[in-house]
């Protein structure tokens, strides 16, 4: 850090710009030919661990980006395989926080902001093990030469090759203090570098093996779901229920235990696995089958060893299903569940401000669309007059467009493989439709699928089979008003709301009905893809399953930072990588985006 030292040294003491920092200007002598060249690179080293030093934006220029690198063989850092790197990452960002909320504790007066006081900023994450680009493992170049007077540096035996290594990457912002030169160069040069090797000398070598041996067991549970008969799996003693912050598992809560007849073991694991089909969780109020639910949504991530969740593990296309009232909707065959509607065409049908349950059908037949084989549904979230209608109702009501969920959930999994979990607590008519019952009290489980059979013959309940639904979405997105450009503005407009909004372009998307997002770093990174497919599309016609799976392709050969932009300056610095559904789903909720129908 010698040569950033140098920098901050020589600097207007009040400096708002830090412009020499960011520059990295550097005179490169090499000894064997005698060469001297000027040269700028913002990335100072302490001994072989490198600080790249960036612009966050350009109102933020006493906050900047620092992307500190290790190269992993030189420190004792395990080199991740493809399946654990995401969790070896995850498990070295929560040990650096450690040393970073440290460093904070030092620096916090509370009678002084930030930008006096000074701050690092690292997220802290939830229970869920995700890519991000505040850490990763990456390709990097190695220091290649030493630091003489200034900002002289020597090259150390040119001739050597010295091919990129792999490294362990952290991305940080340090809100550097106004007018204290000698603070920020603490902060820089000593604070920050002594955690750096604080952390690759005392990190717990031990648990790292444990997360990984966890991350393998998860990918091993995961591929074993998706060639066997089930959709989801929760190893026994599992912790599901959470403290309020929603993070930590409850304290003193019940153990998961299987039901008895539903017990599996899968890679040594014994626990409950939740078959393909249809299935109803049932109780009482406060029995825990909303907090069962709960979990097997998040099972669509992997958890960190302590979350309690580690071993719940669910198909990683699951869908949670809801109603979306005022929801927009574009071009969407909601026919299968809709057979008429005064004014549209349910095989073509468009609104801006969607009902109940016209957005609960658009829902499900949009992700059984994009792939998803699973669907979670609560009945409390949902719209009645779309998940049931009883035999006295439909004697009643003879002229009625909507065909109730009840008669659509197993043609779903019959025709297009795709399974449905209900939590039912105040209509019996999904008993008859059910592949298998479970009923949860005081947080455990049982199954009473042959008792529920037994109670649907004494009342006469049989499952209703209407025709076969035609399930095709043949729709293709228009390049028209696909854009991060405002009508007649020169710039682009990205802006992500605190109240659950992507802003782009002229675009307001609502994003509070998509359950599955678990940080706000996602929501981020989703209005960056989503800027990303707008400014690289260059096609009339766009196919967006395509588009984005090249997209996801780029991030795993690039990392996620590739998307940020410092142009956008209220968006936040930090990504975290959300699935392909959610993606899809923030575009399918646009407003001004036109498609045409059956590629016309």
């Given amino acids: 850090m010698k040569r950033l030292k140098n920098k901050l040294l020589t600097m207007d003491p009040h400096t708002s710009t830090y412009k020499e920092m960011y520059e990295g200007e550097m005179t490169v002598s090499d000894p064997e030919n005698g060469s001297l060249e000027l040269e700028y690179d913002p990335t100072y080293y302490d001994e072989d661990i490198g600080f790249r030093i960036s612009y966050t934006h350009k ?63 690292l997220p802290d994450p939830g229970g869920e093990m995700l890519a991000r ?64 090797k604080r952390l690759v000398m005392n990190f717990d070598s031990e648990r790292l093996a444990e997360t990984i041996a966890l991350a393998k067991k998860q990918t091993q549970i995961r ?76 099972g669509i991530y992997d958890h960190v060893l302590g979350d309690g969740r580690e071993l719940c593990i669910t198909d990683q296309s699951a869908v949670t299903i809801a109603a979306e009232d005022g929801r927009s909707i574009k071009r969407v065959n909601i026919s299968p569940f809709v057979k008429w509607l005064p004014s549209g065409n ?59 969920f009840t008669d659509r959930v197993n043609e779903l999994h019959v025709t297009h493989g795709v399974s449905t979990i209900l939590v039912i607590g105040g209509s019996g008519e999904y008993l008859s439709v059910a592949d298998n019952i479970y009923m ?27 025709a076969a639904a035609n399930w095709n979405q043949e729709r293709i997105l228009c390049s028209d008003f696909f854009t991060s450009f405002p009508d007649e503005i020169g710039r682009e407009k990205l802006e992500i709301s605190d109240m659950g909004f992507v802003l782009i372009g002229d675009e307001q998307i609502d994003i509070r009905g998509l359950y599955n997002i678990v940080s706000s770093r996602q929501i981020n990174a989703l209005g960056f893809m989503l800027r990303f497919l707008e400014i690289s599309n260059n096609d009339q016609r766009i196919n967006l399953e395509e588009k984005i799976n090249g997209l996801y392709t780029q991030i795993e050969e690039e990392g996620l930072d590739f998307l940020y932009s410092p142009f956008f300056t209220t968006c936040e610095r930090f990504l975290d990588l959300p699935r392909k559904e959610e993606l899809m789903a923030l575009i399918n909720r646009m407003r001004r985006i036109n498609y045409v129908w059956n590629a016309v």
């Avoid at 990097?140 to 090259?155: A, F, T």
């Fill in 223 to 298: 591929t074993w779901l998706k060639s066997s008969n089930y959709c989801a799996f929760i190893a026994n003693g599992s912790i599901l229920p959470r403290a309020k912050d929603g993070d930590l598992p409850l304290e003193n809560a019940v153990p998961f235990i299987s039901a008895q007849e539903d017990e599996i073991e899968i890679c040594g694991l014994k626990g409950m696995g939740f078959p393909k089909g249809v299935t109803v969780i049932t109780g009482g109020g406060y029995s825990g089958k909303s907090t069962l639910l709960d979990a097997l949504s998040a």
């Fill in 440 to 466: 949860m009290e005081d947080y455990r489980i049982r199954n009473v699928t042959e008792k529920s059979r037994g109670i649907c013959s004494v009342y006469g309940v049989t499952a209703q089979s209407p």
């Fill in 133 to 196: 680009n505040a850490a990763f493992f990456a390709l990097c170049p190695q220091k290649d030469y030493e630091n003489g007077p200034g900002s002289r540096v020597y090259i150390i035996q040119s001739q050597v090759e010295r091919p990129p290594v792999v490294n362990l990457c952290f991305t940080l912002q340090v809100q550097l203090p106004q007018r204290k030169m000698r603070k920020t160069i603490q902060m820089l040069c000593k604070d920050l570098p002594g955690a750096v």
């Fill in 346 to 404: 349910t095989c073509d049908f468009s609104t801006e401000h969607a009902s109940g349950a016209t957005s609960q059908a658009a829902n499900i037949v949009e992700a059984v669309d994009f792939g998803a084989k699973l669907l979670l549904i609560d009945e409390d979230k949902s719209a009645t007059n779309f998940m049931i209608r009883d035999r006295m109702m439909k004697e009643l009501i003879q002229k009625e467009p909507i065909t109730p």
């Fill in 59 to 121: 109102l933020a220029q006493d906050r900047p980006t620092v992307t500190v690198s290790i190269p992993c063989a030189a420190h004792g850092i395990p080199l991740p395989s493809e399946k654990t790197a995401c969790a070896e990452a995850d498990f070295f960002l929560r040990a650096f926080n450690k040393y970073i909320n440290e460093l904070n504790e030092e620096l916090y007066n509370r009678s002084r902001p930030d930008n006096e006081n000074g701050k690092y900023y």
